[in-house]
């Protein structure tokens, strides 16, 4: 007996609804936060929380989580060697910035950030590597 394929409705298309998981935006979110009360404390540095020292680590949260949720949107359209270096430059970037925020030198932070960075570099590569 044979089997007859389904026939698509008429009339009303249905197209489906993008649906994007909450996990593309909560991970940039959650590091945005980190990263804004960690730079916030570090500049606080014990002291009183002004507007300035407030408004530089809400800054500084937002544009991790833009950049992570940026990362996040075009990661599948990159090749695994280019997604390794975005996520390592992503990584030494904002270490490298918190360490600025210490009172480091700029070229101990730079170093600091091109160090880590290398690190997330290599880890970010292993992991596309073995999981393509």
């Given at each position: ?48 929380l002004t507007g300035t020292r ?79």
């Amino acid at each position: 007996m044979a089997a007859h394929a389904s026939v698509p409705a008429r009339g009303r298309h249905a197209t489906p609804a993008r649906h994007r998981p909450v996990l593309s935006w909560a991970i940039p979110v959650t590091l945005g936060v980190i990263m804004g009360c960690y730079a916030t404390a570090i500049v606080r540095g014990g002291g009183v929380l002004t507007g300035t020292r407030l408004a530089l680590g809400l800054v500084s949260g937002a544009v991790l989580a833009v950049l992570c949720f940026g990362l996040g949107r075009i990661q599948n359209r990159l090749p695994r060697e280019l997604r390794a270096a975005a996520y390592g430059v992503l990584t030494g970037g904002s270490i490298g910035f918190l360490y600025s925020l210490s009172g480091a030198s700029i070229l101990s932070a730079s170093v600091i950030g091109v160090i880590l960075g290398l690190g997330g570099l290599l880890v970010s590569y292993y992991y596309f590597y073995t999981r393509e």
